[in-house]
């Protein structure tokens, strides 16, 4: 393999190792957005659910808030956001291990 060739596989692979930090880093986020959407929403449905019930709205207000933890749980576990960001992750550090080994060989194969 001539060095042009090396130089440009290596900038290759750091550009693909960029690529799945930014997707890992984007489904770490979304995974932790939605537990905390979720926390605050638990929270929010038991003080609308405590508060006098004035009016039937109120009722239709806490149903909805109870049930809006729930479904940001079953996507979390149907998307697998935390399964993905941790392939992402460990897939970049993977080729980043490639990349280290392709910088300082003498003669890659």
């Not at 929010?44 to 806490?62: E, M, R």
């Amino acid at each position: 393999m001539g060095e042009d060739k090396q130089i440009a596989f290596v900038n290759e692979l750091e550009t693909e190792i960029k690529k799945y930090a930014k997707w890992g880093k984007r489904n770490n986020l979304s995974d932790v957005g939605l537990t905390m959407v979720s926390i605050i929403g638990s929270i929010a449905a038991a003080v609308v659910a405590a508060a006098p019930q004035n009016a039937l709205i109120d009722s239709y207000w806490a149903a909805g808030l109870a049930a809006f933890p729930a479904a940001c749980t079953s996507y979390q576990r149907t998307a697998k956001l935390r399964e993905r960001a941790s392939l992402h992750f460990e897939y970049g550090a993977a080729i980043m291990g490639l990349v280290t080994r392709m910088k300082y060989a003498k003669d890659p194969d």
